[in-house]
């Protein structure tokens, strides 16, 4: 008996510090909405820009879903992006795993497949899995790092 | 069972009992104290050799005391030869060596003695028995505490791990969310993050790019505010326009990224 109560402590003794580090870990909040306006500008042979915005919703039951609009200037032509991703979103400490499901072009996007799959976002393509990092700032917004660099910025 | 005769089969001392008896006379009974008993039965189980001071606290700690352990080792081992006398042995049993234990006396000759064995008994039965009977309890003491120690140690650094794993799952400062004061660039304010140098190849390629490319916000207008952010290659340059300081809420930052088509050098 006295040996059991004694095999039991050093158990809890050992699992303890890990429980302790699991449990009172704090949590990155996630934000219901996210508003993330950006600009890419691209010098060279192939220069233009694009100037775009993606607002994104994070429903608590991990599934949520992403607009992007915006324009896309490519050699003198301008294209108009719109369109509407359904996803489902996962978060583990700092990390967030976004997997793309269905993505709807609506009727006034004029981006060219072959050119979307090269200069759109990542959580406008469809069937992708998206990862990053996402840190709040002070007031409540978010900062979104992609491998280690901040590149997003989020408004809630 | 455990008896001994002393003095050339003269003098019984039954260890379970806690009795001297004359063997010619085993109605004349001598009674020691548990502990007088035990501190003889150990020095007969160490057959002649020194039983240190250490070993003989053992046991003295049973049975707790505010006299000093020097003090009632002299009268238990004065009272043992006294009980032995009464019992009629020619002699004393045990000799103290101050400061360093007790032995057997030489005249003593102890010997095993059972019922249903003979008295005088092989060496070899000495031997495999007796060794068991004095060294047993001394070892597993120190085993207990060499265990101890090694449980307590694993479970320190058992506890240390975890506490680094938590300083390394949950980092309380995060890149690009904290900025220091630049400089002025034209009309802009410019803020770099704080693990940034102000000469580093980052921070200059990032001025380099906003003189060059002129970059506006949404609306159009110049940004009042640049924010410099960590960039790991020449790739890119990671930045945010803002008309607002970043702190404030309704800022209206935004992220600025540049590729220029340039590769790192080999």
Known sequence: MHKAVLGMAICVLFILPWALVLLVRPAEPVPEWCYVPYRIDHSGTSSGSINAAVRNRF??????????????????????????????????????????????VMADDTVPATLAAQVLFTSAREANIDYYQMYQLPNGDQIINYSGMPRLYCHT | MARFVLFAKSLCFDADQQVFYPLN?????????????????????????????????????????????AERLTTTIV?????????????????????????????????????????????????????????????????????????????????????????????????????KAYGQEARTQVFIAESLMPNSFAV?????????????????????????????????????????????KNNECMSWMVSAQELPDA
């Open chain 1, 59 to 104: 429903k608590a039951d991990g599934s949520g879903s992403s607009i992007m609009m915006g324009t896309i200037i490519l050699r003198d032509k301008h294209y108009r992006v719109h369109r509407v991703s359904s996803m489902s979103w996962y978060r583990q400490g700092d990390f967030m795993r976004i997997n793309t499901h269905q993505v709807h």
């Open chain 2, 25 to 69: 006379s085993p109605a004349h009974r001598i009674a020691l104290t548990p502990l007088q008993s035990a501190v003889l039965r150990r020095v007969l189980n160490a057959q002649g050799k020194l039983v240190r001071n250490q070993a003989l606290h053992v046991l003295f700690q049973r049975e707790p005391s505010e006299i000093s352990f």
């Open chain 2, 79 to 179: 009272d043992i030869n006294h009980l032995a006398l009464l019992a009629h042995a020619p002699g004393a049993l045990i000799h103290q060596v101050p400061l360093i234990g007790c032995v057997l006396a030489e005249q003593v000759d102890a010997v095993p003695y059972s019922d249903s064995a003979p008295i005088a008994l092989s060496p070899e039965t000495l031997n495999t028995v007796q060794p068991n009977l004095r060294e047993q309890p001394v070892v597993i003491r120190k085993k207990n505490w060499l265990l101890r120690g090694l449980l307590a140690g694993i479970l320190l650094l058992n506890g240390v791990i975890a506490w680094v794993a938590c300083q390394e799952l949950a980092p309380s400062g995060h890149e690009g969310t904290h900025y």
């Open chain 2, 204 to 248: 200059q390629d990032a001025l380099r790019r906003f003189r060059n490319l002129k970059p506006h916000l949404a609306d159009g207008s110049s940004p009042s505010l640049l924010y410099i952010n960590r960039s790991r290659t020449r790739v890119f340059t990671s930045t945010f326009l803002c008309a607002k300081p970043m702190a404030q």
